[in-house]
C-alpha cells in the first residue's frame, strides 16, 4: 500500500492563523512545516514541498527544518503524480485542503483508514508525548497564577487574556491550545463565553478556562476565583460542590475504569451536594438525580487531552498513560427550569453565573498523576491573591 501524507497549507490570506499542522501527521513524521506532500512507495520514501513566498516566511528556517525531519528524494508535482499512477494510497482526510486536489483526486484514496487508526493509537501516549503535555500543563498553570496574582475588579475579562498570554510569552510560547475562555458573573454560565471589553465587577466569581501548547501537545485547566481576593459565604458553598465532585472524581481515576460509569458516579456526588444546600429537591432514584444534574451541567465530564485539546473522540474505559481532562461544573443558565429545582434557592446563586474546576491528568499503573500545578483549595487561591 502507499501512503500519501499532507502536512496542511500556509495560507497567505490567513493572517491570524496563516497555518497549523495536521495532527495525524505531526503524530507521524514529528514535522511541523507546511505544504509538506510525504509519500512513502515500496519502502522508499519522497517529499514534496512548496515553500511558502519567500517575501512573507522565513524560508531558511524552512529549509533547515526540512533537512532535519526527512531524509528522502524531493520530487516535484509531475514526478509525484507519476508515482502515484497504478497505486493503492492510503491518505489523511486533510488531502481535500491540498491546493491541487483537483490533480490528486483522479487517484484511488482511501482517507478515513489511517485516521481512524491513529485515533485509536493516540489514546494512549507515549513518554515524551506526557512530558510535553506535562510542559505545557505548568506553563498554563503558572500563568492562571499570574492572573490571579495581577487582577483587580474593574479589568476587562480582556485584560486577564492579556495576562495569560504575558506569562507564556515570557518562556517562549504563544500557542494556545484553544480560544481562552475568561468571563465572570452571570457570563460564566456560557460554556464557550468569547471575553469581552467588559469591566470585571467587584465581588464577581471569575471563571478561567485556558491552555497552551508545548511541541504541539494541549494543556487545558480551569480555575474560579474571587475578582476581591476573598470568597464570599455564598460563593464558597457553591464552590465547594463543584471542587467536592472533582476531588471526588479524580478518586476515580485508574486504569480499568469506564467512563459512563465514573460520569454517573460524579453526577450523584454533584446531586447530593446540591441536595444539602437545598438547591435541589429529594429525589429517589439514581437515573432521575442524574437527569436533574445533566442540566446545570450540560456537557460531558472529560475528554482525551494530546496534539488536540478534545483528542481522539470519546474516552471509554482508562488505561494507562491516558491524557484526560476532568472538569465537573454547575451553571446558572437562564433556560435552566425543572419542578425539581428549588428556584427560589437558584436564584440566590444565579448572579455568579456558573463554577467550573477542570485538571489535566496522566492515567498511572495504580492510579493517576495531576498535570495542573495551580491550587483549587479556596485558602490557597486567596493567599495567592494577598
Same mark, same amino acid.
Given at each position: 500500500?502507499? $501512503?500519501?501524507?499532507?502536512?496542511?497549507?500556509?495560507?497567505?490570506?490567513?493572517?491570524?492563523?496563516?497555518?497549523?499542522?495536521? &495532527?495525524?501527521?505531526?503524530?507521524?513524521?514529528?514535522?511541523?512545516?507546511? %505544504?509538506?506532500?510525504?509519500?512513502?512507495?515500496?519502502?522508499?520514501?519522497?517529499?514534496?514541498?512548496?515553500?511558502?513566498?519567500?517575501?512573507?516566511?522565513?524560508?531558511?528556517?524552512?529549509?533547515?527544518?526540512?533537512?532535519?525531519?526527512?531524509?528522502?528524494?524531493?520530487? @516535484?508535482?509531475?514526478?509525484?503524480?507519476?508515482?502515484?499512477?497504478?497505486?493503492?494510497?492510503?491518505?489523511?482526510?486533510?488531502?481535500? $485542503?491540498?491546493?491541487?486536489?483537483?490533480?490528486?483526486?483522479?487517484?484511488?484514496?482511501?482517507?478515513?483508514?489511517? @485516521?481512524?487508526?491513529?485515533?485509536?493509537?493516540?489514546?494512549?501516549?507515549?513518554?515524551?508525548?506526557?512530558?510535553?503535555?506535562?510542559?505545557? #500543563?505548568?506553563?498554563?498553570?503558572?500563568?492562571?497564577?499570574?492572573?490571579?496574582?495581577?487582577?483587580?475588579?474593574?479589568?476587562?475579562?480582556?485584560? +486577564?487574556?492579556?495576562?495569560?498570554?504575558?506569562?507564556?510569552?515570557?518562556?517562549?510560547?504563544?500557542?494556545?491550545?484553544? *480560544?481562552?475562555?475568561?468571563?465572570?458573573?452571570?457570563?460564566?454560565?456560557?460554556?464557550?463565553? !468569547?471575553?469581552?471589553?467588559? &469591566? !470585571?465587577?467587584?465581588?464577581?466569581?471569575?471563571?478561567?478556562?485556558?491552555?497552551?501548547?508545548?511541541?504541539?501537545?494541549?494543556?487545558?485547566?480551569?480555575? #474560579?476565583?474571587?475578582?476581591?481576593?476573598?470568597?464570599?459565604?455564598?460563593?464558597?458553598?457553591?464552590?465547594?460542590?463543584?471542587?467536592?465532585?472533582?476531588?471526588?472524581?479524580? $478518586?476515580?481515576?485508574?486504569?480499568?475504569?469506564?467512563?459512563?460509569?465514573?460520569?454517573?458516579?460524579?453526577?450523584?456526588?454533584?446531586?447530593?451536594? #446540591?441536595?444539602?444546600?437545598?438547591?435541589?429537591?429529594? +429525589?429517589?432514584?439514581?437515573?432521575?438525580?442524574?437527569?436533574?444534574?445533566?442540566?446545570?451541567?450540560?456537557?460531558?465530564?472529560?475528554?482525551?487531552?494530546?496534539?488536540?485539546?478534545?483528542?481522539?473522540?470519546?474516552?471509554?474505559?482508562?488505561?494507562?498513560?491516558?491524557?484526560?481532562?476532568?472538569?465537573?461544573?454547575?451553571?446558572?443558565?437562564?433556560?435552566?427550569?425543572?419542578?425539581?429545582? %428549588?428556584?427560589?434557592?437558584?436564584?440566590?446563586?444565579?448572579?455568579?453565573?456558573?463554577?467550573?474546576?477542570?485538571?489535566? !491528568?496522566? !492515567?498511572?499503573?495504580?492510579?493517576?498523576? *495531576?498535570?495542573?500545578?495551580?491550587?483549587?483549595?479556596?485558602?490557597?487561591?486567596?493567599?495567592?491573591?494577598?
Amino acid at each position: 500500500m502507499t $501512503t500519501l501524507l499532507y502536512s496542511g497549507y500556509y495560507d497567505l490570506d490567513n493572517e491570524t492563523n496563516p497555518f497549523e499542522v495536521d &495532527p495525524n501527521f505531526y503524530y507521524i513524521s514529528g514535522c511541523d512545516l507546511p %505544504n509538506v506532500l510525504l509519500l512513502k512507495k515500496d519502502k522508499k520514501h519522497y517529499v514534496h514541498v512548496e515553500i511558502p513566498n519567500i517575501q512573507w516566511y522565513d524560508s531558511d528556517y524552512f529549509v533547515t527544518v526540512l533537512k532535519q525531519c526527512f531524509n528522502a528524494q524531493m520530487i @516535484d508535482f509531475k514526478e509525484l503524480l507519476q508515482l502515484l499512477k497504478g497505486q493503492k494510497i492510503q491518505t489523511l482526510s486533510n488531502i481535500k $485542503t491540498h491546493p491541487k486536489w483537483s490533480s490528486l483526486r483522479k487517484f484511488p484514496m482511501d482517507d478515513s483508514s489511517i @485516521d481512524h487508526r491513529l485515533s485509536k493509537q493516540r489514546e494512549v501516549k507515549h513518554i515524551d508525548e506526557i512530558m510535553n503535555i506535562e510542559k505545557a #500543563c505548568t506553563y498554563t498553570s503558572a500563568g492562571i497564577k499570574h492572573i490571579m496574582r495581577l487582577s483587580y475588579p474593574s479589568m476587562s475579562q480582556i485584560e +486577564l487574556q492579556g495576562l495569560f498570554k504575558q506569562s507564556i510569552s515570557k518562556k517562549g510560547i504563544q500557542e494556545l491550545s484553544f *480560544n481562552p475562555i475568561t468571563s465572570h458573573g452571570k457570563y460564566n454560565q456560557y460554556l464557550h463565553y !468569547i471575553a469581552k471589553d467588559r &469591566p !470585571i465587577d467587584k465581588g464577581s466569581m471569575v471563571l478561567l478556562d485556558l491552555g497552551c501548547k508545548y511541541n504541539h501537545y494541549c494543556s487545558d485547566i480551569s480555575r #474560579c476565583f474571587p475578582i476581591s481576593g476573598k470568597f464570599t459565604l455564598r460563593q464558597k458553598k457553591i464552590y465547594n460542590v463543584v471542587l467536592r465532585a472533582l476531588k471526588y472524581a479524580l $478518586t476515580l481515576m485508574k486504569p480499568g475504569q469506564h467512563w459512563k460509569t465514573i460520569t454517573k458516579q460524579v453526577q450523584l456526588k454533584l446531586y447530593d451536594e #446540591c441536595l444539602k444546600l437545598k438547591l435541589v429537591k429529594p +429525589l429517589q432514584h439514581d437515573k432521575d438525580k442524574c437527569q436533574l444534574i445533566s442540566l446545570v451541567m450540560p456537557h460531558a465530564l472529560g475528554h482525551h487531552v494530546g496534539l488536540d485539546t478534545h483528542d481522539c473522540g470519546p474516552i471509554t474505559t482508562l488505561r494507562e498513560r491516558m491524557v484526560v481532562a476532568v472538569e465537573p461544573g454547575i451553571y446558572f443558565q437562564g433556560g435552566t427550569t425543572s419542578p425539581h429545582i %428549588n428556584r427560589s434557592v437558584w436564584l440566590t446563586y444565579q448572579n455568579i453565573g456558573g463554577i467550573r474546576l477542570e485538571d489535566t !491528568i496522566t !492515567i498511572t499503573k495504580t492510579g493517576h498523576k *495531576n498535570l495542573s500545578k495551580v491550587t483549587k483549595e479556596i485558602a490557597g487561591i486567596e493567599k495567592l491573591m494577598k
